[in-house]
């Protein structure tokens, strides 16, 4: 495992607070990605050309991490494919109860101190630490 960049982190935060600020400022919009590409996939023609934008962006910032890096990010490999897909599917199906994912309520929600986001953020983070606990001890390590 690399060792933590804390100034591609501070960069990373700097970037997606300003454009989440610029979208809202600009548009009024929630920069909320589960939003933003249900739009897309729900909608493509209608969806309007920021939102087509705002994806393409955010899969340029990737490539351009791992291609400009001096250590890019390795992928895992080895993880049982029902378990992803299980996992993705659970990661959607909170999205949608939750009315938002964590960009929209992390980010832009915390941001403007709205209460929903604030619960829903907790709950976010809670989930995140169980998640990990179970898996790390509960399951023994298995994953």
Do not use: K, N
Not at 1 to 15: H, K
Not at 29 to 44: D, F, K, Q, V
Not at 80 to 91: E, H, M, N, R, S
Not at 133 to 143: D, F, K, N, S
Request: with cysteine.
């Amino acid at each position: 495992m690399a060792e933590f960049d804390w100034v591609s982190g501070l960069a990373g935060g700097v970037l997606i607070g300003l454009a989440a600020t610029l979208l809202l400022a600009g548009s009024g919009r929630i920069a909320g990605i589960s939003g933003i590409l249900g739009e897309i996939l729900s909608r493509p023609r209608a969806a309007g050309y920021w939102r087509w934008l705002f994806v393409i962006g955010l899969l340029l910032g990737a490539f351009g991490q791992q291609f400009f890096s001096a250590t890019p990010v390795e992928p895992r490999m080895g993880y049982p494919i029902l378990l992803l897909l299980f996992g993705g599917l659970l990661v959607g199906l909170g999205t949608r109860m939750g009315g938002g994912c964590t960009s929209g309520h992390g980010v832009c929600g915390m941001a403007r101190l709205a209460p929903r986001s604030m619960v829903a953020t907790v709950t976010f983070v809670a989930t995140a630490i169980a998640t990990v606990w179970l898996v790390r001890h509960g399951l023994g390590g298995v994953v």
